[in-house]
Nanobody, 123 residues
Framework: QVQLVESGGGLVQAGGSLRLSCAAA????????MGWFRQAPGLEERDFVA??????????RYADSVKGRFTISRDNAKNTVYLQMNSLKPEDTAVYYC??????????????WGQGTQVTVSS
């Protein structure tokens, strides 16, 4: 059973930085790409933010809205994926979730979502 625990969110002023973490369990972490998604206030869908492959090449993919500002990374020894967020904007305000991806960095999520971590960026 997939278990995901996101942390590191908070309230930050525009231009600030946060580092999110996601501890994963219940599946073979080293065998899957991992992604970050976010759900903005008042919206039902979760939008893709970033993904990272499981191979040594650590191939990454980003949403256009976060390119150059966010960096995804992973530590397979700790079963943890990170999202470094710099130059934050008010429109980055959302609940952030991580998820394993079946099919690589463009794959689909599987398993249950975690509780997410709230990121609020004030102007």
């Amino acid at each position: 059973q997939v278990q995901l625990v996101e942390s590191g969110g908070g309230l930050v002023q525009a231009g600030g930085s946060l580092r999110l973490s996601c501890a994963a369990a219940g599946f073979t972490f080293n065998n899957y790409a991992m992604g970050w998604f976010r759900q903005a206030p008042g919206l039902e869908e979760r939008d893709f933010v970033a993904a990272i492959g499981w191979t040594l090449a650590r191939i990454t993919r980003y949403a256009d809205s976060v390119k150059g500002r966010f960096t995804i990374s992973r530590d397979n020894a700790k079963n943890t994926v990170y999202l470094q967020m710099n130059s934050l904007k008010p429109e980055d305000t959302a609940v952030y979730y991580c998820a394993p991806l079946r099919g690589g960095i463009q794959g689909t999520t599987f398993g249950s979502w975690g509780q997410g971590t709230q990121v609020t960026v004030s102007s």
